[in-house]
């Protein structure tokens, strides 16, 4: 991809982050071109319906789940506890990424979003299998749960001044954390599988395939 399109591509996809966290996804796509400082035939050459535009913005944002993912995969080697304070603290940094993934968005039945969900669950499972080795991190736990937090956590609540959203989101990531400890008091409820959670999120049931990384 040339230089110039490559930048009017990402342009574009800030843009549609923009507008739907504020608008939602039935914003017009004059209006995000017109944020992106191109115009409308510039869009569709990038992206040829609403539709392709969304998913690329929910791959994006799995992308950079699964990296963070990933990350809390190798330094859970050393220590479980702290590689799932560092994946759902990247999260939450980057939840400006993540408007369609963990803040809620459209169905999309694109299958690299597929892939990537069970790359970024396959790689949290191996976070938590760490920790269940040191016995470290309670044995119920999944990567639902850890998926499902972290989506929470990306979502502040209304009109609450930056800093203290920012003091309450720190207060429940600790709260979490210390509920990962084994020896609990509380039995947790049958939690839902990984692919029920998928097949909501993305449309409905998909054929199994195998990853792009070598994880199914």
Do not use: K
């Not at 608008?23 to 035939?41: K, Q, S, Y």
């Not at 920790?131 to 990567?143: L, P």
């Not at 989101?169 to 954390?177: C, I, K, N, Q, S």
């Amino acid at each position: 991809m040339r230089t110039d399109a490559a930048r009017n591509r990402a342009q574009i996809l800030s843009a549609a982050r923009s507008a739907f966290l504020e608008a939602g996804t039935a914003v017009p796509l004059e209006e995000i071109a017109r944020r992106a400082g191109v115009n409308i035939a510039t869009l569709y050459r990038r992206f040829p319906n609403r539709e392709a535009l969304i998913a690329q913005v929910v791959v994006d944002g799995f992308c950079i789940v699964l990296e963070a993912a990933r990350a809390a995969a190798t330094s859970a080697r050393t220590d479980p506890p702290a590689a799932v304070q560092a994946f759902l603290q990247s999260v939450v940094d980057s939840r400006d990424m993540l408007v369609l993934p963990l803040i809620g968005g459209p169905q999309t039945d694109a299958l690299e979003a597929r892939e990537l969900q069970r790359d970024i669950a396959a790689a949290l499972e191996e976070v938590l299998e760490q920790g269940r080795r040191h016995h470290v991190i309670r044995a119920d736990v999944t990567a639902v749960d850890l998926i499902t937090t972290a989506a929470l956590l990306c979502r502040p609540l209304p009109h609450l001044p930056p800093q203290q959203a920012a003091a309450l989101t720190a207060r429940h990531l600790g709260v979490f954390l210390d509920g990962l400890r084994p020896g609990h008091s509380v039995t947790l409820p049958p939690p839902p599988s990984h692919q029920e959670m998928a097949d909501h999120l993305l449309g409905g049931p998909a054929e199994a395939a195998p990853s792009r990384h070598g994880r199914g």
